[in-house]
């Protein structure tokens, strides 16, 4: 069974999901489209039931498309009478939560630090503020843990609240009007062409029910555009984040307003998750593969540019990894006693909407998946002593993991960019969230691999995400050596296997934020 995963069935999907015909496979669009289609016609052809609505693979996921117009533009005014106007997208980028062609933007700007509530650490950043009708101005990732509580925050690790969607979803919860996050390499952990190329074309989101609140701005602004606005005010922006980093440290009124007008054009559509399944014998109980097939789509270039954002590594290859998997389990002569799941979800890109619209609208009962095995950009770069999963120490997956790599004679290795929340950044985190034990494979650090080609593929690992991730350049080459992630999968093949035959249930850590009773749902 697992001698069917091989790098020339890797290669073969990766290289027709990561061209150019499929247009950068976002949603909704004639690429993304085609990407769903040629995945289900894999589930098919190797032998998976439908899995999605009305006896089809497809699970249609309702989506507003937003295209904002180009010439958007922010202007600040102190209240000394000073002026200064932020362009798109050299100074910041935007959009609006709001469902209507012209969306007006004017209020007062309030600095709320790392804009964070949260109670278990004593931390409220919106403490004795009403910001009501007012723009926050605020810093992304956490307060950094100091001496005297070095696992404030999770420490070195980036917990929920210092992800960019947090800041927002907090932001709608205040009343706020709008929200600017402010962007620094360090803080963001990739650098503003990241932004620029994930705002730069149309955006994606869940359609809000009528009378919703929403925010009538969604930006990111440059470090020094936001020092600009800061002492448009009188206000040293240095000093309101040196402050923030203390705990009771209030909000900010900068004594500037911001006014502008965002135009629009919105579209509803739908845009599919593909779903397939390998019938269990336990009526009910299953797991999950889980990977995401969208990437940016294309952006307007000048002549000579390329304008196609392939996501060859993110993530055609994690859609690749479970079209194999998908192969491999069902040439097997045995019935797995759990139905296993494979889904590859829409508009991870756009805020993990397809996963997230997944997990609030199962198509199996929720509380009976035992697991949730995500493949979001597999190494590409060869063989590697260490595999990482990300999760595997908040609940007794570990255990498994463990056995696993022990087996494979490999050894499980840590997160080396903790301070990315790489676990919040991907789809089997609405999984988490609703309480489904979930781990999800990453990069190993760049130390790990192994072979002749070691020095080569470090290198090329160490460059990807300053240089290709989620840039035109992300695409396949003929250089890459799946051979580690061949490795990597047989390994994950084999654990699902065993999580689907396994006698006991993983269940999250006591104490642990995601260990709370499911609620039943389907």
Request: net charge negative; proline share 6%; aromatic share 8%.
């Given at each position: 069974?697992?001698?069917?995963?091989?790098?020339?069935g890797?290669?073969?999907?990766?290289?027709?999901?990561?061209?150019?015909?499929?247009?950068?496979?976002?949603p909704?669009?004639?690429?993304?489209?085609?990407?769903?289609?040629?995945i289900?016609?894999?589930?098919?052809?190797?032998?998976?039931?439908?899995?999605?609505?009305?006896?089809?693979?497809?699970?249609?996921?309702?989506?507003?498309?937003s295209?904002t117009d180009?010439?958007?533009?922010l202007?600040a005014?102190g209240?000394?009478?000073?002026?200064?106007?932020?362009t798109?997208p050299?100074?910041?980028?935007?959009?609006?939560?709001?469902?209507?062609?012209?969306?007006?933007?004017?209020?007062?700007?309030v600095f709320?630090?790392?804009g964070?509530v949260?109670?278990e650490?004593k931390?409220?950043?919106?403490?004795?503020v009403?910001?009501k009708?007012k723009i926050?101005?605020?810093?992304?990732?956490?307060?950094?843990?100091?001496a005297?509580?070095?696992?404030?925050f999770?420490?070195?690790a980036?917990?929920?609240?210092?992800r960019?969607?947090?800041?927002f979803?907090?932001?709608?919860?205040q009343?706020?009007?709008?929200?600017?996050?402010?962007?620094?390499?360090?803080?963001?952990?990739?650098?503003?062409?990241v932004?620029?190329?994930s705002?730069?074309?149309p955006?994606?989101?869940?359609?809000?029910?009528?009378?919703?609140?929403?925010?009538?701005?969604?930006?990111?602004?440059t470090?020094?555009?936001?020092?600009?606005?800061?002492?448009a005010?009188?206000?040293?922006?240095?000093?309101?984040?040196?402050?923030?980093t203390?705990?009771?440290?209030?909000?900010?009124?900068?004594?500037?307003t911001?006014?502008?007008?965002?135009?629009q054009?919105?579209t509803?559509?739908s845009?599919?998750?593909?779903?397939?399944v390998?019938?269990g014998k336990?009526?009910?109980?299953?797991?999950?593969?889980?990977?995401?097939?969208?990437h940016i789509g294309?952006?307007?270039?000048?002549?000579?540019?390329?304008?196609?954002y392939?996501g060859?590594?993110d993530?055609?290859?994690g859609?690749?990894?479970i079209l194999?998997?998908?192969?491999?389990?069902?040439t097997?002569?045995?019935?797995?006693?759990?139905?296993i799941?494979?889904?590859?979800?829409?508009?991870?890109?756009?805020?993990?909407?397809?996963?997230?619209?997944?997990?609030?609208?199962?198509?199996?009962?929720?509380?009976?998946?035992?697991?949730?095995?995500?493949?979001?950009s597999?190494?590409v770069y060869g063989?590697?002593?260490?595999?990482?999963?990300?999760?595997?120490?908040?609940?007794?997956?570990?255990?498994?993991?463990?056995?696993?790599a022990?087996?494979w004679?490999?050894?499980?290795?840590?997160?080396?960019?903790?301070?990315?929340?790489?676990?919040?950044?991907?789809?089997?985190?609405?999984?988490?969230?609703?309480?489904?034990?979930?781990?999800?494979?990453?990069?190993?650090?760049?130390?790990?691999?192994?072979?002749?080609?070691?020095?080569?593929?470090?290198?090329?690992?160490?460059?990807?995400?300053?240089?290709?991730?989620?840039?035109?350049c992300?695409?396949?080459?003929?250089?890459?050596?799946?051979?580690?992630?061949?490795?990597?999968?047989?390994?994950?093949?084999?654990?699902?296997?065993?999580?689907?035959?396994?006698?006991?249930?993983?269940t999250?850590?006591?104490?642990?934020?995601?260990?709370?009773?499911r609620?039943?749902?389907?």
């Amino acid at each position: 069974m697992l001698d069917r995963i091989e790098t020339s069935g890797l290669a073969a999907h990766i290289k027709f999901l990561a061209d150019d015909l499929l247009e950068g496979r976002a949603p909704s669009t004639r690429g993304g489209d085609l990407a769903a289609k040629y995945i289900a016609a894999q589930f098919e052809a190797a032998g998976l039931e439908p899995g999605g609505d009305k006896g089809t693979y497809f699970q249609q996921v309702p989506i507003l498309e937003s295209v904002t117009d180009a010439g958007f533009a922010l202007t600040a005014k102190g209240s000394g009478g000073s002026t200064e106007r932020f362009t798109v997208p050299t100074d910041l980028v935007a959009n609006t939560a709001v469902e209507k062609p012209s969306v007006d933007i004017a209020g007062p700007v309030v600095f709320v630090g790392h804009g964070i509530v949260a109670p278990e650490y004593k931390w409220n950043d919106y403490e004795g503020v009403d910001v009501k009708g007012k723009i926050v101005l605020v810093m992304v990732n956490d307060p950094a843990a100091p001496a005297s509580e070095p696992t404030l925050f999770g420490g070195k690790a980036l917990t929920y609240y210092g992800r960019w969607t947090y800041k927002f979803e907090e932001a709608v919860r205040q009343g706020a009007a709008g929200a600017i996050l402010i962007h620094t390499l360090e803080t963001a952990t990739y650098p503003w062409s990241v932004v620029q190329a994930s705002w730069g074309g149309p955006q994606y989101s869940i359609p809000l029910d009528a009378g919703a609140p929403a925010l009538a701005l969604k930006s990111w602004i440059t470090e020094d555009a936001a020092r600009r606005l800061a002492k448009a005010g009188g206000q040293d922006l240095d000093a309101l984040r040196r402050a923030a980093t203390q705990r009771g440290t209030k909000a900010v009124d900068l004594g500037v307003t911001v006014e502008g007008t965002l135009k629009q054009r919105t579209t509803r559509r739908s845009s599919p998750n593909v779903i397939g399944v390998l019938r269990g014998k336990k009526p009910g109980e299953s797991i999950i593969y889980s990977a995401h097939y969208d990437h940016i789509g294309m952006r307007p270039v000048d002549a000579g540019k390329d304008g196609i954002y392939n996501g060859a590594r993110d993530n055609a290859s994690g859609v690749a990894a479970i079209l194999e998997i998908a192969e491999a389990f069902t040439t097997s002569r045995q019935r797995p006693d759990r139905s296993i799941y494979f889904i590859s979800t829409t508009a991870e890109e756009s805020g993990l909407l397809g996963s997230e619209y997944f997990a609030q609208h199962p198509v199996m009962p929720i509380d009976k998946v035992a697991a949730n095995i995500n493949i979001d950009s597999l190494n590409v770069y060869g063989p590697a002593r260490e595999l990482v999963l990300l999760g595997t120490e908040r609940s007794s997956l570990q255990t498994d993991v463990q056995a696993a790599a022990k087996k494979w004679g490999r050894t499980v290795g840590q997160d080396s960019h903790p301070e990315r929340g790489a676990f919040f950044r991907s789809d089997h985190f609405p999984l988490a969230k609703v309480g489904v034990p979930a781990l999800s494979i990453t990069l190993a650090d760049a130390s790990s691999f192994v072979g002749p080609n070691a020095p080569r593929a470090r290198k090329l690992s160490e460059e990807y995400n300053d240089t290709c991730y989620h840039q035109p350049c992300d695409q396949f080459s003929d250089q890459w050596d799946l051979s580690g992630a061949v490795a990597d999968l047989r390994l994950l093949t084999d654990l699902g296997w065993q999580l689907a035959n396994a006698a006991t249930v993983p269940t999250y850590n006591a104490g642990e934020q995601f260990a709370r009773p499911r609620a039943k749902t389907r």
